[in-house]
């Protein structure tokens, strides 16, 4: 089997490039709140990526353009794939945000800029702890001050955290959230008992054989060492 560069970002892209899963993935994880302003029928996906060529071993994004609330507007999806934290992921989010926006900006004579959803999905050893908001990473600071430090929220999904019965959507969506919520795991082959049945359910339809390799390639390149002969038998 060939060794991926990249195997976080390949299966991230090939995944929630997908604009039917990247709809599927928002209609069940959005908060109601925002998706009763967020119209998924509008969604399409942009090819620019953001992410700093130095961090590209450690993040993968997805920038969708969507109307929101009648307007022009953006989701934009940070995808941390390391086993250790990096408290400076909402840092390099508000960068990238910011890089949105002069982007837009130059190829729009439009005076507003437009809204930008965030989103930081991450999956590791250990459980998120550094909150939804940029100003939790900052210390305290004189009230007078305050107004003049930029702050921000972003929507976190920490899918080490999550259980295989919390984990929503159709089979494309639950194979990879239950892929990435396990390849971790110090007991892998356990997380196979719940990966490779969706994998099973997956090969029976014709759109989904290209998909299957990349998961495929995936386990072998990101899992503990195992070979395909060893997974084909515990798939059987």
Known sequence: MDIIKNPHDTLFKRTLG???????????YLPDHILKEV?????????DSFVDKKLEESFSDILYNVSINDRDGYIYVLFEH????????????????????????????????????????????????FGDQL??????????????????????????????????GEIKLRLFLKLISHIFDDDFENGLKEVLPLLSELRKRVTGIEYIETVVKYILNVGEEISLNELNKKAK
Not at 96 to 118: C, F, G, K, M, V
């Open 18 to 28: 997908d604009k039917e899963v990247a709809k599927d993935f928002l209609k069940n």
């Open 39 to 47: 119209d998924l029928t509008t969604i399409n996906i942009a090819k």
């Open 135 to 168: 100003s939790e990473l900052i210390g305290d600071s004189p009230e007078s001050i305050i107004d003049y430090i930029p702050d921000y929220k972003y929507l976190v999904y920490d899918f080490s955290d999550y259980s295989d019965s919390e984990i929503k």
């Open 82 to 129: 390391k086993s250790y934290l990096d408290k400076m992921a909402p840092v390099q989010l508000l960068g990238y945000i910011t890089d949105i926006w002069e982007l837009h900006a130059n190829q729009s004579r439009e005076d507003e800029l437009p809204p930008i959803i965030p989103i930081l999905i991450y999956h590791g050893n250990e459980s998120w702890r």
